[in-house]
């Protein structure tokens, strides 16, 4: 026996387009957040221009900054004079095919620069790039 109730019973229907829409708007806030969480390797340099400045993908280096005061970084941790060798022989054991980025600042001694780029090559390190800005760039790059 069927009881009929006087009100009208509609199915349950679910709603997908709601549904999309949060979801896209949850992608973009976790896209954005984990944007702003990147920790970046590099200092704050004012670095010097080049005209065939070209994009690299810094993700894959080891960088090196080298500072005006002619104080040398090493993945944003100052490293010693002394001490840069051994910290480089001991990121090549772990990553053989490691490059490394050099970073000087446009006022740092042209010297200094040589240094640890001499410092890097007597690590056993050949793979070497410099990070420069283009020409007319205005802001300093790396962070």
């Not at 772990?94 to 042209?110: F, M, N, Q, T, Y």
């Amino acid at each position: 026996m069927k009881i009929y109730s006087p009100i009208a019973h509609k199915k349950a229907r679910l709603e997908i387009i709601p549904l999309i829409d949060i979801m896209f708007f949850l992608l973009a806030t976790m896209m954005l957040v984990s944007l702003n969480m990147v920790q970046l390797k590099t200092l704050r340099l004012n670095l010097p221009t080049a005209q065939k400045a070209t994009q690299e993908n810094k993700s894959d280096f080891a960088t090196l900054a080298v500072k005006q005061d002619g104080t040398i970084w090493l993945d944003r941790q100052e490293v010693a004079k002394g001490d840069l060798i051994a910290a480089l022989q001991k990121l090549k054991a772990d990553k053989p095919e490691i490059r490394v980025l050099i970073s000087g600042d446009a006022g740092a001694i042209h010297g200094d620069v040589i240094a640890v780029l001499d410092r890097v090559r007597a690590a056993g390190i050949e793979k070497v790039a410099f990070q420069t800005k283009p020409d007319g760039a205005s802001a300093p790059a790396g962070n």
